[in-house]
């Protein structure tokens, strides 16, 4: 079974620390994907990645960034946390074999800034 | 730009019964693949089923299944025999078939809350 871990379930931070969220997956998968999921308004993405080094925007890149060192390993940074990124925080991967692949996803962090 | 739309927030069906849930999609492409994913209080999403766009036969997978009109851009879940544990959000998602770049993104409805009375 694929395996995608995220570090933590609950996270809560202070109003302009930097913040980071790690997501692991085990799969070998091409692609991992950040969403951001908010009552209301389903999952948005916010950055993906479909290879090492390589990343595009979603549809709500700012205020946030991202890295990927290894392909294993997908990191989401919000620069300077604001009260408006609470949120749950969703990591996915996927093959890029085919477009039909579907994603894996983690288990979220639910992320609280004060 | 193509966009997924949930109609129903909430649902409700006593346990062994049928529930629908319906999503609408907008689209102008022909060729892409739309999907049913479950999201339990437990939080992680999982694929309930997956209909290619070119496949004019509705997928089904054990208790739950299609109803996908292509020209109505409509793509329904279908549980038979609900059961307590599909108590979940479940979402609605778009993709397109072609290849690379952001075209590996998935597009999702809002969510519809599905609550199972015993």
């Known amino acids: 079974d694929v395996k995608v871990t995220q570090s933590s379930r609950y996270l809560v931070k202070r109003t302009g620390e930097k913040v980071f969220l790690e997501c692991v997956q085990d799969m070998d998968h091409e692609n991992m994907f950040w969403y951001r999921q908010d009552p209301g308004l389903g999952l948005r993405l916010i950055y993906f990645?479909?290879?090492?080094?390589?990343?595009e925007k979603g549809d709500i890149p700012e205020g946030y960034s991202v890295s990927r060192e290894k392909k294993e390993r997908f990191s989401l940074i919000l620069e300077s946390a604001s009260t408006n990124q609470t949120s749950m925080y969703l990591c996915?991967?996927?093959?890029?074999?085919?477009?039909?692949?579907?994603?894996?996803f983690g288990d979220g962090t639910r992320l609280s800034i004060l | 730009a193509q966009t997924v739309t949930q109609s129903q927030p909430e649902m409700s069906v006593q346990e062994a019964e049928t529930v629908t849930l319906s999503c609408t999609y907008d689209t102008s492409e022909s060729d892409y693949y739309l999907f049913w994913y479950k999201q339990p209080p437990s939080r992680q999403m999982i694929l309930v089923i997956r209909?290619?766009?070119?496949?004019?036969q509705n997928a089904t997978e054990n208790r739950f299944s299609v109803n996908f009109q292509k020209a109505a851009k409509s793509f329904s879940l279908k549980i038979s025999d609900s059961q307590l544990g599909d108590a979940a959000m479940y979402f609605c998602?778009?993709?397109?078939?072609?290849?690379?770049?952001?075209?590996?993104?998935?597009?999702f409805g809002t969510g519809t809350l599905l609550a199972v009375q015993p």
């Open positions: 996915a991967s996927s093959f890029s074999g085919g477009a039909n692949q579907p994603q894996h």
């Open positions: 209909q290619e766009a070119y496949k004019q």
């Open positions: 990645s479909y290879d090492v080094k390589m990343k």
């Open positions: 998602a778009y993709k397109r078939r072609k290849y690379g770049g952001a075209t590996n993104k998935l597009i």
